[in-house]
């Protein structure tokens, strides 16, 4: 069987967490999929935002990168909607 698509596989990430940094979901995203570069990068992030906006996630809060950086840093969580539609699709098991 194939992996599953990286939207679903970010939704599975988020719901086995009680929140994630955009930075940590990168990194797991990146190396399960043999990833690299800015372009896979922005790709998850933009993936975040989209999940967002379709109402399957929360924005948490904000911050600047670590150690002088530039990048605006998000933390999200799965609601409850996000998790329903996790079970209608059948990427997660009941016990979420």
């Known amino acids: 069987m194939g992996k599953v698509h990286i939207k679903g596989r970010i939704l599975q ?10 930075y940590d979901i990168c990194d797991v995203i990146m ?6 570069g800015r372009y896979w990068i922005g790709t998850v992030r933009m ?3 989209d999940l967002h906006s379709g109402g399957l996630i929360d924005y ?3 911050k600047i990168e670590p150690g002088g950086g530039e990048r605006l840093l998000n933390c999200y ?8 539609r996790l079970r209608q699709t059948g ?3 009941e016990m979420i």
């Not at 990430?13 to 955009?22: F, H, I, P, T, V």
């Not at 190396?31 to 690299?36: A, Q």
């Open 47 to 49: 993936t975040l935002t």
């Open 91 to 93: 990427l997660v098991e």
């Open 60 to 62: 948490l809060e904000s």
């Open 77 to 84: 969580r799965l609601n409850e909607f996000g998790r329903s």
């Open 31 to 36: 190396k399960e999929y043999g990833l690299h």
């Open 13 to 22: 990430l988020l719901a086995r967490s009680e929140n994630l940094w955009d």
